[in-house]
């Protein structure tokens, strides 16, 4: 059978801990700079590139003073030079910028350990309803 090792206990336990430790981590990603980055309205002053690999560049003002360009990744599809988004900016440098909806990285790390936790429970539970078919045949 292929992917054995994802099916024995030590794999198992292996992939829980990763899920968990993802989870974990995409948690603090997401919740690092919460109240501490300060909101303001942007606008969206550049697009470069094409379909999932474009990426939309902001223009804001913080404290009178013009950020102008400033990267804040792919746009969603709706997104046109000139539509208004929120953001959030860290008061000690007002370049660095998060999206509403904060990182895509951290979303994804959240998703996979997700999605590897549940691998594990149903893959355990499989495994254990397998193994108490094969006794119970062995007691036939």
Known sequence: MKNEF????AGLIAL???GVFLLIFGFH????????????????SKIEGVSILSKAY?????????YEDIPIGSPS??????????????PDDPTVIESQ????????ALLL??????YTIITTVRNRKTLFVRQVKKRK
């Open 16 to 18: 829980l801990l990763l």
């Open 29 to 44: 990603m997401l919740t690092q700079n919460v109240g501490r980055y300060i909101e303001t309205t942007a606008v969206i």
């Open 6 to 9: 994802l099916r024995k206990p």
């Open 77 to 90: 599809s709706i997104d046109q030079v000139g539509t208004e988004l929120p953001i959030y900016y860290d």
């Open 58 to 66: 902001v223009s804001y003002t913080v404290d009178g003073r013009l």
């Open 113 to 118: 350990g997700a999605l590897l936790i549940v």
């Open 101 to 108: 909806g904060g990182s895509s990285f951290a979303k994804c």
